[in-house]
């Protein structure tokens, strides 16, 4: 499946796209986040965790699988852009159904990649969990995780941004972008200083 969609992403076809790309990356660091939670779990150093970890495997699995459902979400919610930027323009009624339908579109298009944005900060969330509480012999793949959810979390807010630059309803749009900004900055900002937690520990042991 994964070399099937590499494949794709590197054609010239208009779907997936960096969207799709950002769902799919997100969607492997939360597989990171799973897999030391699965190396965690039923080891006697990690028992007082145990608990904890027993609740954070299914929910990696959960953000995971919606991660790839939204980069399938991410390439249906473009078909309709793509239609609405070949509408016939010549006339002035052609002109305004064309800016109505464009709108419309352009809203549906932002939505699967806030999505993609609000899933990956839930991993974010459990990832810095685990850089805590998770076995120290994977520790590393935290780190990962946390590198491939922050890189994640910027693709899927450039779809949003780029779409909400070319709305007409300006107060929709910088709603919009707002909370996209807000989303990018507290996920990165936690992403980010997970992986240094986890490269300080691994290399200064600090």
């Known amino acids: 499946m994964l070399v099937g969609f590499i ?3 590197a054609s010239a076809a208009p779907t997936p796209g960096g969207g799709g790309a950002s769902a799919v990356a997100g969607s492997m660091g939360a597989a990171l986040g799973e897999m030391v939670a699965n190396l965690t779990t039923g080891k ?3 028992a007082d965790v145990q608990d904890r ?3 954070i495997i299914p929910k990696m699995e959960d953000i995971r699988s919606r991660l790839i459902d939204l980069a399938q979400a991410d390439a249906e919610a473009f078909e309709p852009l793509s239609k609405a930027y070949g509408l016939p323009r010549a006339t002035e009624e052609e002109r305004a159904h064309k800016a109505e339908v464009m709108e419309a579109a352009l809203r549906v298009a932002c939505e699967p990649p806030y999505q993609i944005m609000e899933t990956i900060c839930e991993a974010i969330d459990v ?4 850089s805590v509480i998770g076995t120290r012999i994977a520790i590393s793949d935290v780190g990962v995780g946390a590198a491939f959810c922050s890189a994640a979390l910027k693709g899927a807010s450039l ?3 780029i779409n909400a630059k070319s709305m007409t309803d300006r107060e929709y749009a910088d709603e919009l972008v707002a909370r996209t900004q807000a989303l990018l900055d507290d996920g990165c ?3 980010d200083e997970t992986f240094k937690k986890v490269e300080r520990g ?5």
Do not use: H
């Not at 990832?127 to 685990?130: F, I, Q, T, V």
């Not at 691994?202 to 600090?206: A, E, F, L, N, S």
């Open 7 to 9: 494949d794709v992403l």
């Open 44 to 46: 006697k150093r990690y």
């Open 53 to 55: 970890i027993d609740e």
């Open 127 to 130: 990832l810095e969990e685990l």
């Open 159 to 161: 779809n949003v941004f």
């Open 189 to 191: 900002a936690k992403a």
């Open 202 to 206: 691994i290399r200064w042991g600090k």
